[in-house]
């Protein structure tokens, strides 16, 4: 009966664990994981306990064991399979939850990665952004460089090798890519300079500093003038530095014209000036001691006038030289052959260079005529050929050649404006001891001589250059020491109309007896033109200014049958001013101009002597009194 009751006890507690475990594993699994096994083990205790019967009609007590240890076992194999489905579905809750948060964290990487392939995809773009502007930027620069107009080139600082070097180099310097780039930059320095360069690259230039100058060759080894402008900077990061080599030769060579030609415009201004002063006191000295001349004298007397008068005429010759430099002579233009002048001059010049010195021509054969006053070109030649002959003492060859020019466009030799386009060049070259650098820069500077003192005045190119610049031209030189030099003068040609209108000088007439209007400041000179004029029968109405001769020109006009005015006159009337005003009253007045210097110094033009009549000072009494009856002969 124990047993039965053991048995008994043990099933009944087997089957209340069975309910609770199973709502244990409902509520952790739920119905729908684990609800077919509970449906299953209810219905196993269900079919035990219908076994509960056999009990009351078991027949000893083994019938009577055998329902409650059925039960027993089937409730203890219901709950070891509730165990197995709980750690089944335990373990497979875990192994889902482990999945769940394997697959989390692998959406978190995939996504992670997603990003980082997304930031990688910017970096990338970015990358390749900055690349491009990069290579652009340096395509610019390169651009920039190589088509700059400024010279430029870029030269390693430990090596001294051409790093680059833009197309504005090249065509400066006249080399191809490969040329320059196999060159160093001592190699386009003379050698005398080339180490004192190279010193210069080596010191440090943190920034722009213009301002060296340097001559360099070019690829025919023709020497410029060169600004450097540098700066230090990495290339390739290689230390280097970019320099900007402007040429300036021509920059310096209109400047070093322009300063020459400002020189000799002072010094022309200062000369003309102190031969206009000596002028009228020659023309006193020299008209007084003519007139002298013509009265009854002692031999003696006679002699010291000869005498006053030929150191009259000697000084008159030297302000003709000063006024020569100051460019103002005293300008009788003409229609002139240049070819004929000089073998009509052959014979002087020949006695002129001595038998030592071989003067030989080369004449062009089509040389156009030119404007120009035939006594200042013969001085010019006589000048450069006396300079040749010294330049030879021990004899050589001289040749004088004449050449056409016509100038098309702007030439930068000329320094003022000319208008005629076609010119002919004289050149005179002697195979000379040559001339230094230092007498060249003073070859046509006044009172500048070579010859010993007392031997030459200095005045001989001065006047020269003066001359030629008067006449509208220029005069180029070229000298090497023992080699020899070669002067060339430009003149223009004559104008058609100059050629058309040429006409010979009329003969001069007979002595007429007329009323002559004397305009003349210097109370010396008009006292002389007076004497003379009053001593051969012409009636003299004198005046000191243009106010004072207007004044007397409304009495006396229609009795005046020519003015003698000088050009300068003081006031604000010219003596040519004066004359155009008086013959707006009387057209038939005869006009003869007098000055010290020619018509082109008081800003007259070059034209003004066609037709009329000119006395240059210092004059004699007999140059004056056949000026006046030339004058009043014409149109008669």
Sequence with gaps: MIRLGFFSFISSALQLVVPTYGLRLVRRFGTNNVGWFLVLAFASLAFVHLLEPLKAVGAGPTLGVAPDLLCAIASGLLLVGMGHIDTLFSERRQSKEEEEKLQGTWALRVKEQSSSKEELLQDILRYETRVKALQESEAQYRFLFMENPQPMWIVDLRSFQFLAVNRAALRQYGFALQEFMALKPGDLLPAESAAAFLQNIARPCSGSKPGSLWRHYKKDRTLIDVEITAVD???????????????????????????????????????????????????????????????????????????????????????????????????????????ELIRNRGQMLRRLVGESITLQNALYSNLPPVLADPHLVEHVIVNLVLNARDAMPGGGTLTISTAGLR??????????????????????????????????????????????????????????????????????????????????????????????????????????????????????????????????????????????????????????????????????????????????????????????????????????????????????????????????????
């Design 407 to 636: 100038i098309v466009e702007a030439d930068a030799r000329i320094q003022h404006k000319v208008e005629a386009s076609e010119f002919a060049c004289l050149s005179i070259q002697d195979t000379g001891c040559g001339m230094t650098a230092q007498i060249q820069a003073h070859v046509f500077e006044p009172f500048f001589t070579t010859r010993d003192f007392g031997k030459g005045t200095g005045l001989g190119l001065a006047s020269v250059y003066g001359a030629v610049k008067q006449h509208g031209g220029w005069v180029e030189f070229t000298s090497e020491v023992g080699a020899g030099t070669e002067f060339r003068v430009f003149i223009p040609s004559a104008p058609a109309s100059a050629i058309a209108a040429q006409k010979q000088s009329p003969p001069a007439a007979p002595p007429v007896r007329e009323t002559i209007l004397l305009v003349e400041p210097n109370d010396r000179l008009r006292g002389l033109a007076r004497f003379v004029l009053d001593r051969y029968g012409y009636r003299v109405v004198e005046a000191d200014s243009a106010p004072t001769a207007l004044l007397l020109w409304e009495g006396e006009s229609v009795n005046v049958d020519l003015l003698l005015t000088d050009l300068r006159l003081p006031g604000d009337l010219s003596g040519r001013a004066l004359a155009e005003r008086l013959r707006t009253t009387k057209a038939g007045l005869k006009v003869v101009y007098t000055s010290d210097c020619g018509p082109e110094a008081e800003g007259q033009v070059p034209v003004l002597l066609e037709g009329l009549q000119f006395i240059p000072k210092p004059y004699n009494p007999d140059k004056l009194l056949q000026t006046v009856q030339v004058c009043l002969a014409k149109n008669k």
């Design 233 to 339: 900077l990495k290339y390739r990061e290689s230390p280097a530095r970019l320099v900007l080599a402007n040429d300036i030769s021509q920059r310096r060579r209109h400047e070093l014209e322009l300063l020459e030609t400002q020189k000799m415009e002072t010094i022309g201004q200062l000369a003309g000036g102190a031969a206009l002063h000596f002028n009228n006191l020659l023309t006193v000295i020299d008209g007084y001691a003519n007139l002298m001349l013509h009265k009854p004298q002692d031999p003696q007397t006679t002699e010291q006038l000869k005498q006053i008068c030929a150191a009259a005429n000697r000084a008159a010759g030297l302000t003709r030289q000063l006024l020569g430099a100051g460019g103002r002579h005293l300008l009788h233009k003409e229609v002139l052959d240049l070819n």
